[in-house]
């Protein structure tokens, strides 16, 4: 059998994961929300989504391909 219970070293301090100064920070993009529509600019036709990852990182994701001329809203 695994063994799945975490065991902190000797003298280790507890880390209070709600606190953002002592949380871990992911270099892994493990989930995203969007945060934006982008629109096209002449018809107002949703083209994709602003999408913010837990890394902090915002990626546009296109319905129907990139497209240039377009307002985030």
Do not use: C, F
């Not at 065991?7 to 209070?16: L, N, V």
């Amino acid at each position: 059998m695994l063994e799945t219970e975490i065991r902190p070293d000797r003298g280790s301090q507890p880390i209070d994961m709600m606190d953002p100064n002592q949380a871990p920070v992911s270099k892994t993009r493990l989930h995203a929300e969007p945060i934006k529509r982008i629109l096209d600019r002449s018809t107002g036709e949703v083209v994709g989504w602003l999408y913010e990852w837990n890394t902090g990182s915002q990626v546009p994701m296109w319905k129907d391909g990139r497209k240039t001329d377009v307002v985030y809203e």
